[in-house]
């Protein structure tokens, strides 16, 4: 079974510190994707990452995917306040070990983000 | 092009009855899932489906649960007899075919008194 482990949980910044957080997953699969999610609100996509290597970045935010270890990497560069939110992995492995857009979310992480 | 809809945005229903949600994806879109989060908690895939086909509902519970994705009209997820533990915010995503991004709907929470 696919586990999706990020960390930290929790993430309390303060503007203009940077940061990163990582999702481990457990099985192989090239296909990851970021949502940020504001409280009460759906999902929005982040980035959608496709092959080991694959980097992204828009704006103060950048994702990384190393499919040979397993990790996929969100790292913020000086954080603002609007950047607060929840932060999910998600990774697209379905029966068979095919991707078809599955995805197994991660816990999520909390960001904060202070003055 | 409207997002990804779905209704109601919230329900309420007492134990043992039955809950119908529904999703329309956005244009163009064919590939329909389904997604339950507990509070405080991450998503979980529930079901994955195409028009008139279900593809993939390893994540919905064996009894009590169901969807479809008819020919015309939105895709339903239909819990019967529901129970408090159903409690849940239920979001429906859609997509061109894999592997673009998912685009999310508002999602429906639903409240089981």
């Known amino acids: 079974e696919l586990k999706v482990e990020q960390n930290p949980l929790f993430l309390s910044m303060q503007e203009g510190k940077n940061y990163t957080i990582y999702c481990n997953y457990s099985t192989t699969s090239d296909r990851l994707y970021w949502y940020r999610q504001d409280p009460g609100k759906s999902l929005e996509s982040l980035f959608v990452?496709?092959?080991?290597?694959a980097v992204k970045q828009e704006g103060r935010l950048m994702a990384s995917l190393d499919t040979k270890a397993r990790l996929s990497t969100l790292h913020i560069t000086a954080a603002v306040h609007d950047l607060s939110a929840t932060y999910f992995c998600a990774v697209d492995l379905g029966a068979g070990g095919t991707s078809y857009g599955k995805l197994t979310f991660g816990q999520g992480t909390i960001l904060t983000v202070h003055p | 092009n409207a997002g990804v809809m779905q209704n109601p945005r919230h329900l309420v229903r007492r134990r043992g009855q039955e809950a119908r949600l529904r999703c329309s994806p956005m244009?163009?879109?064919?590939?329909v899932y389904w997604y339950r989060q507990l509070p405080e908690e991450g998503l979980k895939f529930m079901v994955y489906?195409?028009?008139?086909?279900?593809?993939?509902e390893s994540g919905m519970p064996k009894e009590r649960f169901s969807a479809e994705f008819p020919k015309e009209g939105p895709s339903i997820l239909r819990i019967q007899q529901v129970v408090r533990g159903d409690s849940a915010a239920y979001f429906c995503?859609?997509?061109?075919?894999?592997?673009?991004?998912?685009?999310f709907g508002p999602g429906t929470r639903l409240t089981v008194l």
């Open positions: 990452l496709l092959s080991n290597g």
């Open positions: 489906l195409q028009k008139e086909n279900i593809i993939d």
């Open positions: 995503a859609s997509s061109p075919p894999p592997p673009k991004a998912q685009f």
């Open positions: 244009k163009g879109h064919s590939h």
